[in-house]
């Protein structure tokens, strides 16, 4: 027998308990890694669809609470393209619209001619030849089951797909990318741009980014800059949204720590004479901690691993199926998933320690005496 | 007898001894050992008696370390014993202790149970296996080694309880009420089979016994009452002694 064999044993005495308490343990591990996966899924999708049209900085309205409920005077493009260090920058208005079939999906107007319409990665068709015609992203055109010549409807207005576009990001691949114009007229912002793409020489250094961002933030007082990695961080949407999906999970956490001390406990009482037995034979206070501890580490890992199965199985779903798919980059990295495990793993040794020091507190004279 | 065993602290025979020993409850109200003087040497079988409650179990708890006195001392090996921990060393290393209630742990098997003690080896798993096999197959229980305690009848289980108290060669076996639980018949194979551990093994037995027949057998009879030591009472392992 090995020492591992005892706390199995253990286990194996009270099966229900023990499936209810690792289900415990399980939701808590499913809801941190569906809940944070969302949360980092939806920074990705917009870090990655910025970097699929190789944006560099972000300039936007300043103090608007979110990037997306600004405005910026399109005048400004121009402008800032005249910066030394500034290759390119282009306008972008960007408005969430409904479709007719009730899909939420986003509509992305660029100034024809600009640098952004080279990002696109067509598949099919080309791109538009006046504003009556727009672009697809993949998975909105499947979707919808558009094909190049086809009409759509964007907020009651007709449009020609003139072509269909794959790209990395999931945000791009459920948008309607539009000429700058018509998507003004629709959305009543005339002039208007929600954020201008900067993008600058290739090969420009992180330094170099920061450096002109500071310099460009000073020269415009109106108008935020960031670096493309920043923008992401900075976003207070994204922010509160990661906030509550890291309490919410930190609650479950906290939750079935406490079912997993209601365990151990029940299961080191219940026990008493047992472990006077133990005592009775030898073993040391320390081993019969280490027991009891190794009892509550198996007990969550086991409930942590099946919790990172369905946790994962879960993201699949809700962003595969679910509105969210156009909003979501999957992306769960191996490090995130190990780092859910080991908080179940700490969440089995703090559940179980003070179980552990009640265990070995009384002499195993009296212990002995226990039914 | 017995060829004296070797001695582990020159110039004192005394495995244990006990001076002024006292184990008092609730508060002093209830003295279940009361000032008690005993001396026991290396090698001997020694058997404590008393009616019910006089304090026989207290005293070989206090003996074997499960339990520390309200006040005196005992030494094991000339060595004053004050702590649990030190108690747990010792108990590991050179105490085998058997119950009238067998006390197997029920969600082991036979074999595992006798494997208990020998975690503090350091002894590898297979190792622990093959003596724990060793052990029951001496006891006469190699064929219910993968069977649990639940499985087993009073005889079988304090066979199994004794190979467990045997299997780190103890040089001291605490038994109390070993028979306490059984019928005559498995009574007496069940001392018959500590005697012969006894010769075998070179060890020190203190036994609890209610049975006026099994006190009759070793080297010194006990008797306690009230918490004291009430008569302690030389007898021949060869010739048997009468009170
Ligand atoms: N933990 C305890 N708390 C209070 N009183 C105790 C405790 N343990 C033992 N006693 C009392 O101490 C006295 C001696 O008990 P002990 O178990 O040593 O007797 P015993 O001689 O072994 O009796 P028996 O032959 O019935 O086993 C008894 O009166 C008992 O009630
Ligand atoms: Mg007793």
């Given at each position: 027998?090995?020492?591992?064999?005892?706390?199995?044993?253990?286990?194996?005495?009270?099966?229900?308990?023990?499936m209810?308490?690792?289900?415990?343990?399980?939701?808590?591990?499913?809801?941190?890694?569906m809940?944070?996966?969302?949360?980092?899924?939806?920074?990705?999708?917009?870090?990655?669809?910025?970097?699929?049209?190789?944006?560099?900085?972000?300039?936007s309205?300043?103090?608007?609470?979110?990037?997306?409920?600004?405005?910026?005077?399109?005048?400004?493009?121009?402008?800032?393209a005249?910066?030394?260090g500034?290759?390119?920058?282009?306008?972008e208005?960007?408005?969430?619209?409904?479709?007719?079939?009730?899909?939420?999906?986003?509509?992305?107007?660029?100034?024809?001619?600009?640098?952004?319409?080279?990002?696109?990665?067509?598949?099919?068709?080309?791109?538009?030849?006046?504003?009556?015609e727009?672009?697809?992203g993949?998975?909105?055109?499947?979707s919808?089951?558009?094909?190049?010549?086809?009409?759509l409807?964007?907020?009651?207005?007709?449009?020609?797909v003139?072509?269909?576009?794959?790209?990395?990001?999931?945000?791009?691949q459920?948008?309607?990318?539009?000429?700058?114009?018509?998507?003004?007229?629709?959305?009543?912002?005339?002039?208007?741009?929600t954020?201008?793409?900067?993008?600058l020489?290739?090969?420009?250094?992180q330094?170099?980014?920061?450096?002109?961002?500071?310099?460009?933030?000073?020269?415009?007082?109106?108008l935020k800059?960031?670096?493309t990695?920043?923008?992401?961080?900075?976003?207070?949407?994204?922010?509160?949204?990661?906030?509550?999906?890291?309490?919410?999970?930190?609650?479950?956490?906290?939750?079935?720590?406490?079912?997993?001390?209601?365990?151990?406990?029940?299961?080191?009482?219940?026990?008493?004479?047992?472990?006077?037995?133990?005592?009775?034979?030898?073993?040391?206070?320390t081993?019969?901690?280490a027991?009891?501890?190794?009892?509550?580490?198996?007990?969550?890992?086991g409930g942590?691993?099946?919790?990172?199965?369905?946790?994962?199985?879960?993201l699949?779903?809700?962003t595969?199926?679910?509105?969210?798919?156009?909003?979501?980059?999957?992306?769960?990295?191996?490090?995130?998933?190990?780092m859910?495990?080991?908080?179940?793993?700490?969440?089995g040794?703090?559940?179980?320690?003070?179980?552990?020091?009640?265990?070995?507190r009384?002499?195993?004279?009296?212990?002995?005496?226990r039914? | 007898?017995?060829?004296?065993?070797?001695?582990?602290?020159?110039g004192?025979?005394?495995?244990l001894?006990?001076?002024?020993v006292?184990?008092?409850?609730?508060d002093?109200?209830?003295?279940?050992?009361?000032?008690?003087?005993?001396e026991?040497?290396?090698?001997?079988?020694?058997?404590?008696?008393?009616?019910?409650?006089s304090g026989?179990?207290?005293?070989?708890?206090?003996?074997?370390?499960?339990?520390?006195p309200?006040?005196?001392?005992?030494?094991?090996?000339?060595?004053?014993?004050?702590?649990?921990?030190e108690?747990?060393?010792?108990?590991q290393?050179?105490?085998?202790?058997?119950?009238?209630?067998?006390?197997?742990?029920?969600?082991?098997?036979?074999?595992?149970?006798?494997?208990?003690?020998?975690f503090?080896n350091?002894f590898?798993?297979?190792?622990?296996?093959?003596?724990?096999?060793?052990?029951l197959?001496?006891?006469?229980?190699?064929?219910?080694?993968?069977?649990?305690?639940?499985?087993l009848?009073?005889?079988?289980?304090?066979?199994?309880a004794?190979?467990?108290a045997?299997?780190?060669?103890?040089?001291?076996?605490?038994?109390?009420?070993?028979?306490?639980?059984?019928?005559?018949?498995?009574?007496?194979?069940?001392?018959?089979?500590?005697?012969?551990?006894?010769?075998?093994?070179?060890?020190?037995v203190?036994?609890?016994?209610?049975?006026?027949?099994?006190?009759?057998w070793?080297?010194?009879?006990?008797?306690?009452?009230?918490?004291?030591?009430?008569?302690?009472?030389?007898?021949?392992?060869?010739?048997?002694?009468?009170?």
């Open positions: 027998m090995y020492f591992v064999s005892v706390p199995i044993k253990n286990l194996a005495r009270r099966p229900t308990r023990t209810l308490t690792g289900l415990g343990v399980a939701v808590a591990v499913a809801s941190l890694i809940l944070v996966g969302l949360a980092r899924g939806l920074e990705d999708a917009w870090s990655q669809s910025l970097m699929d049209r190789g944006v560099h900085i972000l300039v309205q300043k103090g608007a609470v979110e990037v997306l409920a600004g405005v910026v005077d399109e005048a400004m493009a121009p402008r800032l005249l910066t030394p500034v290759a390119k920058a282009a306008g208005l960007v408005a969430l619209t409904a479709l007719s079939n009730g899909a939420t999906i986003l509509a992305s107007g660029w100034e024809p001619g600009s640098y952004l319409w080279d990002s696109l990665n067509l598949v099919e068709g080309r791109l538009p030849a006046d504003d009556r727009v672009v697809l993949e998975s909105l055109a499947a919808t089951g558009s094909k190049p010549g086809d009409t409807e964007v907020m009651g207005q007709n449009f020609k003139a072509g269909i576009s794959r790209n990395q990001s999931a945000l791009s459920g948008t309607v990318f539009t000429p700058l114009r018509p998507l003004q007229q629709l959305v009543g912002k005339k002039g208007m741009v954020f201008i793409n900067l993008q020489p290739a090969g420009t250094d330094e170099r980014v920061a450096a002109l961002t500071e310099q460009l933030s000073a020269a415009y007082p109106s800059l960031l670096p990695n920043e923008v992401t961080r900075q976003n207070r949407i994204l922010g509160i949204f990661r906030s509550m999906a890291w309490g919410t999970s930190l609650l479950a956490i906290i939750i079935s720590t406490v079912f997993v001390l209601n365990t151990m406990v029940m299961s080191v009482s219940e026990r008493t004479k047992e472990i006077g037995i133990l005592t009775a034979v030898g073993w040391s206070p081993r019969i901690i027991m009891v501890l190794l009892e509550g580490i198996l007990l969550c890992l942590g691993l099946v919790g990172v199965a369905l946790g994962v199985a879960g699949d779903v809700l595969s199926y679910s509105e969210l798919k156009t909003f979501i980059q999957p992306r769960l990295t191996g490090g995130f998933l190990l859910a495990a080991v908080s179940a793993v700490l969440l040794a703090l559940g179980s320690l003070y179980p552990a020091s009640r265990a070995v009384l002499r195993a004279a009296q212990a002995l005496k039914e | 007898m017995k060829a004296a065993p070797q001695q582990a602290f020159p004192s025979s005394a495995l001894e006990l001076t002024a006292s184990r008092h409850f609730s002093g109200l209830v003295r279940a050992v009361d000032g008690v003087d005993l026991i040497e290396s090698g001997s079988w020694v058997t404590i008696t008393g009616p019910s409650g026989k179990s207290t005293l070989l708890s206090l003996i074997s370390g499960l339990d520390l309200t006040s005196g001392e005992v030494r094991f090996r000339g060595r004053s014993m004050n702590s649990l921990r108690w747990t060393r010792v108990r290393a050179c105490i085998g202790l058997v119950f009238q209630a067998f006390h197997l742990v029920p969600t082991l098997t036979a074999a595992e149970n006798v494997e208990l003690p020998m503090g350091g590898k798993q297979a190792l622990r296996r093959q003596l724990a096999h060793q052990l197959d001496r006891v006469g229980m190699s064929h219910v080694a993968q069977r649990s305690p639940g499985e009848s009073g005889g079988e289980l304090q066979r199994v004794i190979a467990r045997l299997v780190n060669s103890p040089h001291l076996i605490l038994a109390d009420e070993p028979t306490g639980n059984l019928d005559s018949r498995n009574s007496e194979q069940i001392i018959g089979l500590l005697k012969e551990l006894y010769f075998e093994q070179d060890c020190t203190v036994m609890v016994t209610h049975d006026p027949v099994i006190s009759r070793g080297d010194h009879r006990v008797c306690m009452r009230d918490g004291k030591m009430s008569a302690q009472i030389h007898c021949s392992l060869d010739d048997p002694c009468t009170l």
